[in-house]
């Protein structure tokens, strides 16, 4: 059931996406990938648990996910996005941070949320990408940011 689908896009369930894009546990941010739409926009899904190792030191009296994190997983969905896009030849490809713009951290996000990480492809220009993208949980806007990539052969 590697994909499927649905009325509003494409699912890539998590053996798909490990195939799209080369990170692993710990550093996987995002457990399946809903709503693609080729070229357009993906939405990541993320659920967050407190057996995530980096809630042992962010905090332990109160565990909350760090923002850099939830970035990556926003730049973990935009990869699939561009693999999904520019089809197998670009499995397996790097994608780089080129910048990162206007983040906002608006709620905290905790175990037992489950992120919602929608990107926008705003352009592409050769293997420059430029992306928007919002964390939500239960509709809640929890973090936005507009953000570059570069895509590199690995």
Do not use: C
């Given at each position: ?60 009296q ?37 910048s ?31 992306f ?23």
């Open positions: 059931m590697d994909t499927v689908e649905n009325q509003t896009g494409k699912v890539i369930d998590i053996n798909r996406v490990m195939q799209m894009i080369p990170h692993r546990y710990p550093f996987l941010m995002v457990d399946k990938v809903i709503d693609v739409v080729p070229d357009l926009s993906a939405t990541g899904v993320k659920n967050v648990t407190v057996s995530e190792p980096h809630f042992q030191g962010h905090f332990p109160r565990p909350i996910m760090p923002g850099v994190l939830i970035i990556e997983s926003m730049a973990q969905t935009a990869a699939v996005l561009v693999v999904e896009t520019l089809g197998p030849r670009a499995e397996g490809k790097l994608v780089y941070f080129m990162v713009d206007n983040a906002r951290f608006r709620k905290p996000v905790v175990p037992g949320d489950t992120l919602f990480v929608h990107v926008v492809k705003e352009r592409s220009r050769g293997n420059v990408w430029r928007h993208g919002e964390a939500r949980v239960d509709g809640a806007l929890m973090a936005e940011a507009t953000y570059a990539a570069m895509i590199m052969d690995s």
